[in-house]
């Protein structure tokens, strides 16, 4: 079993939906978990970050975490063309090791 | 002005060649990174290198060497190269081991190896 496991897509949304995207993982001794967005032939950006359960709101965007369950989702609402990218979950421990999701690609329709 | 860049941005080479990827980030960070990114997004972490000093070293084959002749400097050596290095390779740097919120990545070096 991969440390950090991610749904797989692509998913492809009317512009203006609601989008959960979601991750789960093994490993408890991470504690910190992001959200990363990448556009096509760009680098991973940083989006949202969070080390506590509960939700973390920035905008339209809204990081989810449930420790008890090694449970974490990103949620975009109203979601944008501009939002279409692949979106990689990744967490970490206290040795700051970044493990990645194996991203899924987001399509928002005009 | 870029934060992190590599050269080249695609490279194009032959089985068994040698070839090198440059990094170079200006942020005044002190840690270094190499990511590889296969065809399917998956992102994975080669190297990382604090001052100048080795402190990850993934399970990577030993044709791959870097090398940090300074903070701001992260070069990737890779010998003998096979088809299955073709990948998109992302140097990213940090201020601070412990500072994990806190990456910047390069736009990535596309590899083609045929």
């Known amino acids: 079993q991969k440390e950090v496991e991610q749904d797989p897509g692509p998913l492809s949304v009317p512009e203006g939906a609601i989008v959960s995207l979601n991750c789960t993982y093994s490993?408890?001794?991470?504690?910190?978990f992001m959200w990363y967005r990448q556009y096509s032939r760009k680098g991973p950006e940083l989006l949202m970050y969070?080390?506590?359960?509960g939700n973390k709101e920035d905008g339209r965007f809204t990081a989810q975490v449930d420790k008890s369950s090694k449970y974490i989702s990103l949620f975009i609402r109203d979601s944008q063309p501009s939002d279409s990218a692949t979106y990689l979950c990744?967490?970490?421990?206290?040795?700051?090791?970044?493990?990645f999701g194996k991203g899924i690609t987001l399509s928002v329709r005009p | 002005d870029t934060a992190v860049s590599q050269t080249p941005k695609y490279l194009v080479t032959q089985m068994g060649n040698d070839k090198s990827i440059k990094c170079e980030q200006n942020?005044?960070?002190?840690?270094m990174y190499w990511y590889k990114q296969d065809s399917k997004k998956f992102l994975k972490i080669m190297f990382s290198?604090?001052?100048?000093?080795?402190?990850i070293n993934e399970t990577v084959p030993n044709r791959f060497s870097p090398k940090s002749p300074d903070k701001a400097h992260l070069n990737l050596h890779i010998n003998s190269l096979e088809l299955g290095d073709s990948a998109v390779y992302f140097c990213?740097?940090?201020?601070?081991?412990?500072?994990?919120?806190?990456?910047?990545f390069g736009s990535g070096t596309r590899l083609t190896v045929v």
């Open positions: 990744a967490m970490a421990g206290a040795n700051s090791k970044l493990t």
């Open positions: 490993n408890s001794a991470f504690q910190y």
């Open positions: 990213a740097s940090s201020q601070g081991v412990g500072r994990v919120y806190g990456y910047t």
């Open positions: 942020l005044g960070h002190d840690t």
């Open positions: 290198y604090n001052n100048k000093e080795l402190i």
């Open positions: 969070t080390y506590s359960s």
